[in-house]
């Protein structure tokens, strides 16, 4: 009896299920996401947060100041110079303005001249130039001879020499050269004649030394200098009487290195 119960009972339980309305697979994988998603972010909720967002202010200026310090300590820093340029062998032009004074007896004729001279020459070396020049002064006979008598009058002159210079770091040289050339009064025939210097009237021969020296700029075209020169006139000399035709002058001078 029990056991047909118990059969009565089993077959009623699958009886049970087939009646049951059967849930849609979708529904069902639905319900099961949901339940899992739901489980997940409460687990979640529940850790604690990593240390990167509880430490989540960022100071962004502290970035900034090893910077700001650098670029003060850049701009605290002084400029240094560019290097020189490299030295090349090149053609030089150099004119200097000053005065021509006559140290012997044509200094009793002729006042100071004001004196324009001009060189042209090519550094083969650094410490070697050979060099062409030229040059026009302007006098008169005003120490010898009172108005009207007196006779203005240029003196020319050219010839040719060699350079020779020292250089002291890149800014400063100094400089001796000697030269040998020719030099005339441009003046109407006989009019120095008759005061004793007729030669000086014609091309006469110079020798003559001169020192010099240069202050080269941060271009290194350009140059500022001094020099003073020393030559022996022989045709400014006195025709008679014992003479000793010296000639000095001096002047500032401009460089310029092609």
């Given at each position: ?21 059967r849930?849609?697979?979708s ?17 979640r ?43 090349k062998?090149?053609l030089?032009l150099?004119s ?17 001249a004001p ?52 250089r ?10 000697g ?14 004649a ?11 021969l ?9 202050w ?43």
């Amino acid at each position: 009896m029990e056991r047909a119960e118990l059969q009565v009972t089993a077959a009623d339980v699958r009886y049970a299920r087939r009646r049951m309305p059967r849930v849609p697979r979708s529904v069902a994988s639905l319900v099961l996401a949901t339940v899992a998603l739901v489980a997940g972010t409460e687990a979640r909720a529940d850790e604690p947060p990593p240390a990167s967002v509880v430490s989540a202010d960022v100071d962004l200026e502290k970035d900034t100041k090893p910077s700001a310090a650098l670029d003060s300590d850049v701009a605290a820093q002084p400029l240094e110079a560019p290097p020189p340029p490299p030295y090349k062998n090149t053609l030089v032009l150099d004119s200097s303005l000053g005065a021509l004074v006559f140290l012997g007896k044509f200094g009793d004729v002729a006042p100071p001249a004001p004196l324009l001279r001009t060189q042209l020459g090519y550094e083969v070396f650094r410490w070697l130039m050979p060099f062409v020049e030229g040059e026009l002064a302007f006098t008169d006979t005003s120490n010898a001879q009172a108005p009207p008598k007196t006779r203005a009058f240029p003196i020319f002159g050219f010839g040719g020499g060699a350079r020779f210079t020292a250089r002291f770091g890149t800014r400063v040289g100094v400089y001796a050269q000697g030269s040998l050339g020719a030099m005339k009064a441009d003046i109407r025939q006989r009019a120095l004649a008759l005061i004793g210097h007729g030669d000086a009237e014609s091309l006469g021969l110079y020798v003559g030394g001169r020192l010099g020296l240069e202050w080269y700029q941060r271009d290194r075209h350009f140059a500022l200098g001094v020099n003073v020169g020393l030559r022996d006139a022989f045709g400014f000399a006195r025709a008679i009487g014992g003479d000793t035709p010296l000639a000095l002058d001096a002047g500032a001078s401009l460089r310029y290195a092609f």
